[in-house]
T-cell receptor, first 112, second 116 residues
């Protein structure tokens, strides 16, 4: 059974810092990996999707990497802003038609 | 265009009552998913619909939970004889599954269910 772990569970940084969120998964035979953002009381917003054949994806100040063989992914946020404050969730799919297995998330607080 | 919508946004019910939660997916999306997010827990898969295929019900926690999707669009998740442990946020997501099977799931805002 696939299990996804995210470290740290919570992170507090001052505005402007670069930061890294970590995600690990137990079954390396994944199809793709996604990073989501969840704001309080709201649904999830997809940030980046990495196919199993890819090593990284970039969107603006966000960069996600994938090391499938070691079962790890990182989400790098450059020049953090207070608006980045949210819970970040990592999720993996084990086949093209399978559902997602989620980690419990990292709660990020960026202080002005 | 409109995203995934869910109703109600909040539902408070008494233990033992039945509840129905509704999801309107993005128009044209063939796949629809239900997840549950309990306090302190990650998102837990419940059920998955893809086109006219039989749904994947492997995530439903008990036979008190059921879901249907009418006309390949709107879906209703029904919980019978609700228990306090059913209290959670129920999230619906949809995605386009055509020839390209790898896609992004778009989530609704969720329904917060509280069972007293």
């Amino acid at each position: 059974k696939q299990e996804v772990t995210q470290i740290p569970a919570a992170l507090s940084v001052p505005e402007g810092e670069n930061l890294v969120l970590n995600c690990s998964f137990t079954d390396s035979a994944i199809y793709n990996l996604q990073w989501f953002r969840q704001d309080p009381g709201k649904g999830l917003t997809s940030l980046l999707l990495i196919q199993s054949s890819q090593r990284e994806q970039t969107s603006g100040r966000l960069n996600a990497s994938l090391d499938k063989s070691s079962g790890r992914s990182t989400l790098y946020i450059a020049a953090s802003q207070p608006g980045d404050s949210a819970t970040y969730l990592c999720a993996v799919s084990n086949s093209g038609y399978s559902t997602l297995t989620f980690g419990k998330g990292t709660m990020l607080l960026v202080s002005p | 265009g409109a995203g995934v919508s869910q109703s109600p946004s909040n539902k408070v019910t008494e233990k033992g009552k039945d509840v129905e939660l509704r999801c309107d997916p993005i128009s044209g999306h063939t796949a629809l998913y239900w997840y549950r997010q309990s306090l302190g827990q990650g998102l837990e898969f419940l059920i998955y619909f893809q086109g006219n295929s039989a749904p994947d019900k492997s995530g439903l926690p008990s036979d008190r939970f059921s879901a249907e999707r009418t006309g390949g669009s709107v879906s209703t998740l029904t919980i019978q004889r609700t228990q306090q442990e059913d209290s959670a946020v129920y999230l619906c997501a949809s995605s386009f599954r055509g020839r390209e099977v790898t896609d992004t799931q778009y989530f609704g805002p969720g329904t917060r269910l509280t069972v007293l």
